[in-house]
């Protein structure tokens, strides 16, 4: 059964660091576009970074230079790896597998709070 399960969220102050982990089950990994989006309360949801099969990562202007997006295709792991957070990082944050354009599968989203 293919499933997107995402850990590592918490509460940090600004200025410090987070590592989301999200582990997928199933056989698509390898093969999808893994990507992490956020939500938070009153917004739309956003893609934050995304990173190719083959590795090539793509983020928002937002985290540019602060946030890292990693894959592990052999442990079906991708990571978001947060440094420097601002309280306006405070999300629910969301793992995601899309192919073609197409996301296919989410997680249950892990809650990220940064505290000024």
């Known amino acids: 059964q293919e499933q997107l399960v995402e850990s590592g969220g918490g509460l940090v102050q600004a200025g410090g660091s987070l590592r989301l982990s999200c582990a997928a089950s199933?056989?698509?990994?390898?093969?999808?576009?893994m990507g992490w989006y956020r939500q938070a309360p009153g917004k739309q949801r956003e893609l934050v970074a995304a990173?190719?099969?083959?590795?090539?990562?793509n983020y928002a202007d937002s985290v540019k230079g602060r946030f890292t997006i990693a894959r592990d295709n052999a442990k079906n792991t991708v990571y978001l790896q947060m440094n420097s957070l601002k309280p306006e990082d405070t999300a629910v944050y969301y793992c995601?597998?899309?192919?073609?354009?197409?996301?296919?599968?989410w997680g249950q989203g892990t809650q990220v709070t940064v505290s000024s």
């Open positions: 990173v190719t099969s083959g590795g090539l990562p």
């Open positions: 995601n597998a899309a192919k073609y354009g197409i996301q296919r599968y």
């Open positions: 199933g056989t698509f990994f390898a093969s999808h576009v």
